[in-house]
């Protein structure tokens, strides 16, 4: 059975850091991109930043850019988000993805239904 969990949420103020982690079970990792997306409410679900398992590979939204780094541990098959110089449009509940190496490339890998197993999300607030 496939388990992703999330934890590291929370509330901030603008300016401030988190770092968010993503707990893999279940899986092959190898096999597979890590996603993190995130939803605010009345908003759809986009992509944060992507990393390809093997090779190390990572991906980010514009929106992010220099202000997060998605990163890896092999020991603890977790993928970790740290997240510096927060906004309050980074408010959102922040969901951990994976999905399969092999076809996820370019711009499919920012598509969240291109990714098989979620986790449940973790909220993120930053005050102003």
């Known amino acids: 059975q496939v388990q992703l969990v999330e934890s590291g949420g929370g509330l901030v103020q603008a300016g401030g850091s988190l770092r968010l982690s993503c707990a893999a079970s279940?899986?092959?990792?190898?096999?597979?991109?890590m996603g993190w997306f995130r939803q605010a409410p009345g908003k759809e679900r986009e992509f944060v930043a992507a990393?390809?398992?093997?090779?190390?590979?990572?991906y980010y939204a514009d929106s992010v850019k220099g202000r997060f780094t998605i990163s890896r541990d092999f020991a603890k098959n977790a993928v970790y988000l740290q997240m510096n110089s927060l906004k309050p449009e980074d408010s959102a509940v922040y969901y951990c993805?994976?999905?399969?190496?092999?076809?996820?490339?370019?711009?499919?890998?920012?598509?969240?239904?291109?990714?098989?197993?979620w986790g449940q999300g973790t909220q993120v607030t930053i005050s102003s």
């Open positions: 279940g899986l092959t990792v190898s096999n597979y991109i």
């Open positions: 993805a994976a999905g399969p190496a092999l076809i996820l490339a370019g711009s499919t890998l920012r598509i969240p239904n291109r990714y098989n197993y």
């Open positions: 990393l390809r398992w093997s090779g190390g590979s990572t």
